[in-house]
């Protein structure tokens, strides 16, 4: 199978198009949501510990603090719409563990784990419900942050209705871990597809697919990282180690198949090896939450690496491989988004979805392309095989000399069929003659165009079998006395009008034919033997006729051999 490059780029170009467009339509929505609501947006640098800000995105030292207390002076023009109902406060994105909001000094909700920061929050967003009540002309929103290794907020603090807010609240959850769901339930359908290439009907899996399978179950359990986890059963740097475990895991193993699939398995068990070695160092030697975090940003940087090194791989297979064109249209789009993501984050600093949606679709669409052309190839083999096989089926069942079926499979059909039918025995007039004076080569000759002058005078249901030597037998079936005479008599009339060349002059032919006809209920051996007598009968009539013989009752059985 064939794979157009440019096809294969138009699908992945259209995926991460598509793609694309997921990660702003749900920001377009927000706003959309918004429109005409009363709603106050809460700038990250006016909640303020007196220092900093939560503006300053940073990640923290050894030495910093992980707890902090900000607070944010709102004005009553800012809220004036809902002084006298329920206001909600709308959080996203706050580089937290845990953290509690007070409004006006009064605890309205907390989240995460804010005593020993077991608990996984910082890609998600929460609504905090406020009385209308506890509004006054001067108001504060503080905010009690239990933070292990970054500070700062990336989203956004919207007060407005509750209403607006779970609006908003629930297009965010469904940005980000609705689609890392849905790119969950990707990769589990990946994996039975791998599985399925491993079935006995498709045939032992490859070492590529099996990697492949794991670079994929790797990277959705890398996914769980995006999920919001209100509680840890460890400490948050163990859980992160296990996170970053899974996504160095899915590079190796990625390279690994690309090594297996393209015959470079040193290089890429090197490179692979080297990518978990140089991980599984900096998850011994680092001992708390900062300096690890430290060391897999720098670890990161091994990512661009592994994909340059796949691509210099893949390169010059692009044109020999359709895997390789696959692999490698794939990798440039993966390249391609990780570029998109920095310049996202560096120059619209306060974006709020992130999601590793686009990355387990590229993957996927590569999975599936490498499963359709592992089928299709094996569609190949099978129909080469069905081929095969028929074709020395037929060359078991059918004389060698005249393509004709042979006697033994003929009268196997005879058995299982059911009247009304006719058979007819067929015989070469004065054949032995023909061998004598023409010779033997001659006389296959002849035989060959009887066969030929069977074929074109018989319906396409009709079967011709050689029955040996000289003798043929046919199976007419569906037809009358007259349809079964009609169509023996113009095949001696076929025959009658051949002329056989021959290496001195050219000779007539001529043949003997005998119809056995039944509309009831008789066997095979019993069919060719009364075929036999009228072939007897017009041969005692002076040859080069048809005789037929109708049976209205089922004879007695004879024990006359049939010739195989």
């Not at 032992?204 to 890398?222: D, E, G, N, R, V």
């Amino acid at each position: 199978m064939q794979v157009s490059i440019k096809k294969t780029f138009f699908l992945f170009l259209v995926l991460f198009a598509a793609s694309l467009l997921l990660t702003l339509v749900p920001e377009a929505l927000s706003m959309w949501v918004l429109r005409d609501k009363h709603y106050a947006i809460i700038e990250p640098w006016r909640f303020t510990d007196g220092t900093n800000s939560l503006a300053d995105v940073r990640t923290l030292t050894p030495s910093d603090e992980k707890r902090e207390r900000v607070k944010a002076v709102i004005g009553v023009s800012e809220i004036s719409a809902l002084r006298h109902g329920e206001m909600a406060i709308y959080i996203s994105h706050l580089n937290s563990e845990g953290y509690r909001v007070y409004f006006n000094g009064i605890l309205v909700g907390s989240v995460g784990d804010i005593v020993d920061g077991q608990a996984n929050i910082w890609n998600a967003s929460f609504v905090f419900v406020v009385d209308g009540q506890l509004i006054r002309s001067a108001n504060t929103l503080e905010i009690e942050i239990y933070h292990l290794y970054e500070r700062g907020i990336t989203g956004s603090v919207i007060l407005t209705d509750l209403s607006t807010a779970r609006w908003i609240n629930g297009i965010d959850e469904v940005a980000i871990s609705g689609f890392t769901m849905i790119g969950m339930g990707f990769v589990l359908s990946g994996c039975i597809l791998i599985l399925l290439m491993g079935m006995p009907f498709v045939g032992k899996p490859k070492p590529h697919f099996i990697l492949t399978a794991l670079a994929l179950l790797s990277l959705m359990l890398y996914s769980i990282d995006y999920l919001p986890l209100l509680s840890l059963p460890f400490s948050y740097l163990t859980y992160k180690k296990i996170i970053m475990l899974f996504l160095f895991l899915c590079i190796s193993f990625t390279g690994l198949a690309i090594g297996f699939l393209f015959n470079r398995r040193s290089e890429m068990m090197l490179v692979g090896g080297a990518t978990a070695l140089a991980y599984g160092a900096a998850a011994l030697i680092c001992q708390d939450i900062v300096s690890f975090k430290q060391a897999y940003d720098i670890l990161l940087l091994l990512l661009p690496v592994n994909i340059v090194i796949w691509l210099i791989v893949l390169l010059p297979q692009v044109r020999k491989s359709d895997e390789a064109n696959a692999y490698f249209i794939a990798l440039l789009f993966a390249g391609l988004f990780s570029v998109y993501a920095v310049i996202r984050l560096t120059v619209f600093s306060m974006t709020t979805y992130s999601s590793p949606f686009i990355i387990i679709l590229l993957y996927m669409c590569l999975v599936f392309i490498l499963h359709t052309l592992e089928l299709t190839r094996k569609d190949v083999e099978i129909a080469r095989e069905i081929k095969q096989r028929s074709f020395f089926y037929q060359q078991s069942i059918r004389d060698g000399l005249t393509g004709l079926y042979k006697s033994s499979y003929l009268v196997d059909l005879i058995e299982k069929i059911s009247p009304p039918y006719a058979v007819a025995m067929i015989d070469g007039d004065y054949f032995k003659q023909i061998n004598d004076k023409y010779g033997h080569q001659s006389g296959d000759q002849a035989l060959v165009k009887i066969a030929e002058a069977l074929r074109l005078s018989v319906r396409e249901k009709d079967l011709s079998a050689r029955f040996g030597g000289d003798e043929f037998l046919v199976l007419l079936r569906d037809c009358s006395v007259d349809g079964a005479l009609s169509s023996m008599e113009r095949f001696r009339a076929r025959v009658e009008s051949m002329v056989l060349e021959t290496d001195s002059e050219p000779a007539a032919m001529t043949v003997s034919i005998g119809i056995c006809y039944s509309q009831r209920g008789m066997t095979a051996r019993e069919m060719i033997a009364q075929a036999d007598k009228a072939l007897y009968k017009a041969k005692q009539a002076g040859r080069n006729r048809v005789c037929v013989v109708e049976i209205t009752s089922v004879p007695e059985s004879h024990d006359s051999p049939v010739p195989g």
